[in-house]
């Protein structure tokens, strides 16, 4: 048997989110002794998953793969599980893997779980910790089907190094490439030279406390300074001063990066709920009673006109001192 | 052209959430049941294309009775006629089954959803019926043309967005950016006296397998209390955010 990990990539490199599934799959291979196994499609650098525990990456070579295809992708990669007869399948949570998995999950009637931010507690029953209720809670849920699929929150499991002699193997799957016609991609847009709201390590986020669109130049400054992305709260979002693609909460995005830094948000419910999963928050906020600095881990009570440009000078002094 | 929506029922969003006394369930005491937030872009698309092509707008719940209540709300916005399939949606794999038997002699062009409940944030159900009735579909969807049969889909990506083509019948599992959120209907008094004499059929469950169980919940670990640095000694925080979180 073997533990089976969807590899996305990059521009053809091997991502953060595939070196944390090879790592999570390494572990759990330790405990069932099953085999390490990843799939991927066009990798130009399958060997980086050895570095993670991976001992063998089918890779997936055909031109035809070049975008993504839901159903194309996911009769692959199912193909892919069954001739490694996986009992585990790891994917991610970016959208390519969210809208990919069920479609698996249906075709084989295996238990998908999304959201897992804990090995298996126990493999017998097979045991997970996930995320619920948009972070307001944590369930334990058994998957009770032979196949399973775990769906892993981001940053929340972490990358391990461990090293294992692998090797790497070109897979055809036999795919009715009627999928492509059936769902047509035509264009792909993508903000290019920022820093992605899912990939980012670091957040500075903007509330209604900013007064208006214009004064978003020292945000801005801010996320270039620390090479973050920027994001907003729902007000901000709703009356048009930033894009609704930024606004972060229970029903925006919701985000798990190291630092989300909160700039004039005062921290409700539906906010946090949208990143409470962040390592770590720090609140800049004038009202010492706004609810957010119970959920943050630094705080600053003080003008956002005052301290985010003295926050900027102090960063630029540290930056240049190291 | 004949429309569905798959409508979740959950906690409103400003909800605390608890659980019973031995923290094997949800406690629903005292909360208050709504629209799931993402169903509501949808719903109000659908509205959208109902008043343009005079289309015919189908809901279908998967719940307990006392959902019936959020249900008459999605009439009250202008749906024509409502499903309830008389069971606990407790297991995603199950709550799709029953989508999935209930689609099957029906004839609908576009069949909307909500990428994901609130409540259980599985992200799956719209797309595990697509796999068990075999439907086109598209996932995360945030704009919509049509054209005929001919659908112009705009899907979330990592970073921005894809533009797909398709043709109906197809799943939509919406979200925000659907439709703006100035656009989003609420029940007029109209509207809520007609949905009175609206038809809401219950329907009995099929035999389906539940393939996962929740066994526990537990609040999240609370966050140790705030350090404060002085808004004067910035210097504080930098060294903190250095040397003690080291994400800079």
Redesign the interface.
């Known amino acids: 048997m073997s533990i089976l990990i969807f590899a996305e990539n990059n521009n053809g490199k091997v991502n953060k989110t595939a070196k944390e599934l090879a790592s999570y799959a390494a572990e759990l291979a330790n405990r069932t002794g099953d085999q390490t196994v990843a799939v991927g499609f066009n990798l130009e650098d399958p060997e980086t998953l050895y570095q993670y525990g991976i001992r063998k990456v089918l890779n997936i070579t055909d031109e035809t793969y070049k975008t993504?295809n839901?159903?194309a992708y996911?009769e692959a990669v199912a193909e892919a599980a069954e001739k490694e007869n996986a009992s585990v399948l790891l994917v991610g949570s970016?959208?390519?893997a969210?809208?990919m998995?069920?479609?698996?999950?249906?075709?084989q009637?295996?238990?998908?779980?999304?959201?897992v931010i804990s090995e298996p507690l126990q493999t017998d029953p097979f045991?997970v910790k996930r995320?619920?209720?948009?972070?307001?809670?944590?369930?334990?849920?058994?998957?009770?089907?032979e196949k399973k699929i775990l769906?892993i929150a981001k940053n929340s499991y972490g990358i391990k190094e461990n090293p294992v002699e692998g090797q790497t193997e070109v897979f055809t799957p036999q795919v009715d490439k009627n999928a492509y016609e059936?769902?047509?991609?035509?264009?792909?847009?993508?903000?290019t030279g920022?820093v992605?709201?899912?990939?980012a390590?670091?957040i500075v986020s903007g509330g209604r406390g900013l007064k208006g669109p214009e004064n978003w130049g020292m945000i801005e400054e801010l996320a270039d300074l620390?090479g973050a992305a920027t994001a907003c709260s729902k007000p901000v979002?709703?009356m048009g001063w930033r894009p609704?693609?930024e606004?972060v909460g229970?029903?925006?995005k919701q985000v798990a990066p190291?630092?989300y830094i909160a700039i004039g948000i005062s921290g409700a419910?539906?906010h946090l709920?949208g990143v409470?999963s962040s390592?770590?928050?720090?609140?800049i906020n004038i009202d010492p009673e706004a609810p957010f600095?119970?959920?943050?881990?630094?705080?600053?009570?003080?003008d956002a006109f005052?301290?985010v440009p003295?926050?900027i000078e102090?960063?630029k002094e540290?930056k240049a001192q190291? | 052209m004949k429309i569905l929506l798959m409508l979740s029922v959950v906690p409103d969003t400003t909800s605390k959430i608890n659980f019973t006394a031995d923290n094997t369930k949800f406690d629903t005491t005292g909360i208050q049941w709504v629209i799931n937030p993402h169903d509501e872009f949808s719903l109000t698309k659908a509205m959208q294309i109902k008043e343009k092509t005079g289309a015919e707008l189908h809901v279908v719940h998967v719940g307990p009775k006392i959902n019936e209540s959020v249900i008459r709300k999605t009439l009250a916005i202008g749906a024509d006629r409502a499903y309830r399939i008389d069971a606990e949606p407790t297991d995603s794999f199950y709550t799709a089954f029953q989508l999935a038997a209930f689609l099957k002699d029906k004839d609908y062009d576009l069949i909307f959803a909500g990428r994901e409940s609130i409540d259980y944030n599985g992200n799956m159900v719209p797309g595990l019926v697509a796999g068990l009735t075999g439907m086109r579909f598209v996932n995360a969807v945030i704009g919509l043309d049509l054209d005929g049969e001919k659908a112009t889909v705009s899907r979330e990506i990592e970073g921005g967005k894809e533009v797909l083509e398709t043709t109906l019948p197809v799943i939509l599992a919406g979200q925000k950016g659907l439709v703006k959120e100035e656009e989003l209907r609420i029940p007029n008094m109209r509207g809520i006296m007609m949905a009175r004499k609206k038809p809401l059929e219950v329907i009995a469950p099929v035999e389906a397998e539940t393939l996962t169980e929740y066994v526990k919940f537990e609040k999240p670990p609370q966050k140790s209390a705030v350090k404060l640095v002085d808004k004067d000694h910035l210097e504080e925080l930098i060294d903190l955010l250095h040397n003690e979180a080291k994400v800079i």
């Open positions: 993504f839901a159903k996911a970016s959208n390519d969210a809208y998995a069920p479609l698996i999950a249906a075709a009637k295996a238990a998908y779980v999304t959201q045991t995320k619920a209720f948009s972070n307001k809670a944590i369930a334990e849920v058994v998957l009770k089907s769906g059936e769902i047509k991609s035509v264009k792909v847009e993508k903000a920022k992605s709201l899912s990939d390590e670091i620390l979002a709703d609704h693609t606004h229970q029903t925006g190291n630092l419910i539906q709920a409470n390592k770590n928050i720090l609140v600095f119970k959920a943050a881990d630094y705080g600053v009570v003080g005052e301290v003295k926050l102090k960063i540290f190291h």
